[in-house]
């Protein structure tokens, strides 16, 4: 917890692992379902991966506060129409709006957004980054257990081209190894 919240009495939720893996077969995104106040799971099985946007064409997983990134989900849904499903101009505006808007700039969380074509990692800081390839693939991780879903994944792509795979076996490694995330994985994929 950071020195401002806790001279403030507020308590962070903390900790999650969402891992991105983007291969010529698919793209899935995964997350672990474990919220943690403090050094208490408050809830083993909640659903930080989902569907959103018309037919459910862009999956979305989050790490940091719930009712923040749930607000960030409804946003960047609003922004999807907006921009007849075009994930990349929809998460740039979400981006300004969520750095230059007095609200949205006080909310805590990451994304990572993926259709079909593209995968992103949404930040407070309005940043859109576009994860880097290796050959044919490409991986995101974010989150408490997202270095050690990263490097796993990394490593299982020499050996494995199958994106759900990848995913699931990378959320074991950090569900192994992070106290901040369990073995409860919620899968999507396009």
Not at 70 to 96: D, H, I, P, S, W
């Amino acid at each position: 917890m950071d020195d401002s919240r806790a001279s403030h009495g507020l308590i962070q939720w903390h900790g999650t692992t969402i891992i991105g893996v983007k291969t010529k077969a698919g793209t899935v995104i995964a997350g672990d379902g474990q919220v943690s106040m403090g050094n208490t799971v408050m809830k083993p099985n909640a659903r930080k991966v989902r569907r959103i946007g018309e037919g459910g064409k862009v999956i979305a997983g989050f790490a940091g506060a719930t009712a923040d990134a749930f607000t960030l989900f409804e946003r960047l849904e609003r922004k999807l129409e907006q921009y007849r499903g075009q994930l990349m101009r929809a998460a740039v505006e979400l981006a300004k709006d969520w750095r230059t808007d007095k609200y949205l700039r006080n909310l805590e969380a990451l994304m990572i957004v993926a259709d079909a074509e593209t995968m992103l990692i949404l930040t407070g800081n309005g940043d859109v980054l576009e994860p880097e390839a290796k050959g044919d693939v490409v991986i995101a991780a974010i989150g408490s257990g997202g270095n050690y879903a990263l490097a796993a994944a990394r490593a299982l792509v020499d050996y494995e081209q199958d994106a759900e795979v990848i995913a699931r076996k990378a959320m074991q490694v950090a569900a192994d190894v992070c106290v901040f995330t369990n073995d409860r994985v919620t899968v999507e994929t396009i």
